[in-house]
Each structure stands twice: as C-alpha cells, then as structure tokens.
C-alpha cells in the first residue's frame, strides 16, 4: 500500500498517512477507556512556498508569521456553508452537521486540495442550515447544538453550547497564520482545568496537557529520525485528532508533517498546525462536540468509516 502511494504522490505528503483501521480502532478503543474510569465531560488552493509568500507577507510579525487579519464581508455559498472574506485570507465555514463544524482558511482565495484526504470519505453527514446573524462585533451562525461567533475585527471563531457554555475559542492575538516555510498554524485558548487525550499511538503520558506532539509515524531506529524520537512521543501512529474534556474533539485533516504544542510553549494556549521539516498541505480542520467521547467517536467514524473489529495486535497478537 505504501509503495502504490509513494509512486503517485511525494513522500512528503504521504509520510503522515492515517490507516483508517487502525486509527479508528485507537480511537474507539481509546473512548472506551475514557468512559470506564468515569472521566465527565460537561471551496480551494495549493499551499506552495510562492503563494504563501505572496498572500499578505507584508504583513507578517517578528516571528515571520502572516495573521488573517479583520473580516470585510461573507457570502453564504450554501444553506450549511459561508465563506468569510478577510484582509490575508478566505475561511470556509460548513456545518457538515449540526455538531461538526468544518473550518478551510486560504491565503490563496482559492479552494482547492492540493493532496486528498486520507482519512473523511464523506463530511456531508447531515447538512444543516446554518442560521447567520449581524450581532455588531461578530457574526452569530448557529446550528441545533452550537453557536459559533466570528468575530471581524480581528477574524476569530469562538464556540459555545446551546447553554452558551464557551467550548474553544481561537486565541485573540493570533487565531490562525502561516509563513514562507508553507507551515499553517491555528492557536486556540486552553480553558481552566482542560485536558486532552488522543493524537495517536504515543511514548507519553495519557493527557497532552502541557505536551509537544509530532504527527511523524518514525519508528526507533530509523534514519529518518530528525530529532530524539522520545522528544515528542513520534512511534508507531500519526492521528491528528484530539479530545478535550471540553467535550469537543478537533481533527486536523493535513497529511504532511504537523505538530501539536498543547501549552508547552506558550502557557494557555495550544496549538496545531503543519511544521518542519516538511510542512505543507491545507488549514482544515473539523470542530466535533459531543459532549461525550462516545458521541464524538460515532461522529467522527461516520465520517471516517467504522472499523468492523480491531486490529490483531489489539489483542495481544504483537508479531
């Protein structure tokens, strides 16, 4: 299976390559074991070196980062989809449900994939009509289980429950960016108390709480090692997807090289996004409330497919 997708497509696209078996598996198993110990939980455009550069690099801060900047207008392309204009970049908001949100920035305007996913064989779950109000600073879209506020000056979306519970909301200061080196990142606020699992088949500790997680399936011994592969737990599985005890799930739908800082570097605030040494691919992503791990999982299947059984080494069977 590896050698017909190396043939067909860089290596580099296709190194973070999730097996939707295996990964499914990992996850549902993984939910399981949350529920058991009682845990509660209360459109497209290539990202080449030369259009990042050229989509609102004079703008870009000391780190080298360019920010979306405000939002002058949307247009409501579907009754589940709007699209945001703003100063650097276009964002595709679509509720592919009432409780999956996808988010699609593009610096270039123009959404179109430059590799396929992996991973979703189908997003249009249950399409919604996304209501859209003008509420002055922000604009109010909302579905029969969130409301999701983008704010236009600068560009940021908060997510809330029906309760308006804040779920996740992008941090203030730097909400979503990418560079000249194709990384594309999003920052989002990590709330008081909340924790995360998940992120695949890693040498670290249960919560990624305070962690850097490298999405790299590098197995020990290899020379593709390009740094100690302990650093950041980078064995066996890459599986951009996390659960928070929020009670939302983000599954970040790149298949180059990403990385996760969930606050290790910068205390309250996480972070995803791709990264070096082989950045690339799309800012895409998909919001997922539950506001059980069990409904995020069933969600997040059928949009990935469901997994007829586990793998034999689940069961023991290692060799």
């Not at 295996?22 to 058991?36: D, E, G, H």
């Not at 920010?67 to 204009?85: D, M, V």
Request: hydrophobic share 35%; with cysteine.
């Amino acid at each position: 299976m590896c050698l017909t997708l190396c043939k067909n497509r860089k290596w580099g696209a296709v190194m973070n390559i999730n097996i939707k078996l295996r990964a499914t598996a990992l996850v549902c198993i993984f939910a399981l074991l949350i529920t058991s110990i009682g845990i509660s939980v209360s459109a497209k455009t290539d990202f080449t070196q030369s259009s990042l550069a050229a989509s609102g690099s004079a703008s870009a801060d000391s780190s080298g980062y360019t920010y979306i900047g405000g939002c002058t207008s949307y247009n409501k392309t579907s009754e589940n989809e709007l699209t945001f204009n703003c100063t650097n970049a276009r964002v595709v908001v679509k509720a592919c449900a009432s409780d999956i949100i996808k988010v699609w920035c593009e610096p270039g305007g123009k959404f179109s994939r430059k590799y396929p996913s992996f991973v979703v064989t189908d997003e249009n779950i249950s399409p919604v009509d996304m209501k859209v109000s003008d509420q002055g600073t922000y604009y109010k879209l909302q579905t029969s289980a969130l409301e999701i506020r983008a704010y236009k000056s600068p560009f940021r979306l908060q997510y809330y429950d029906l309760n308006g519970n804040l779920l996740c909301k992008n941090n203030a200061a730097k909400g979503m960016g990418w560079n000249s080196k194709n990384e594309v990142v999003v920052w989002n606020d990590i709330s008081n108390g909340e924790h995360f699992w998940g992120l695949g088949e890693k040498t670290q500790e249960f919560d990624k709480n305070g962690l850097i997680v490298d999405q790299w399936g590098v197995d020990l011994g290899s020379p593709d090692n390009y740094a100690p592969t302990n650093a950041n737990g980078r064995w066996y599985g890459a599986d951009p997807h996390f659960i928070s005890s929020k009670g939302y799930s983000i599954y970040f739908d790149n298949t180059c090289r990403t990385r996760f800082n969930m606050g290790k570097t910068e205390k309250g605030v996480y972070s995803f996004g791709s990264s070096k040494p082989l950045p690339g691919g799309e800012l895409l992503y998909y919001f997922i409330y539950g506001p059980s791990p069990k409904a995020i999982v069933k969600r997040f299947t059928d949009m990935s497919g469901k997994s007829f059984m586990p793998p034999l080494w689940a069961f023991g069977n290692m060799q």
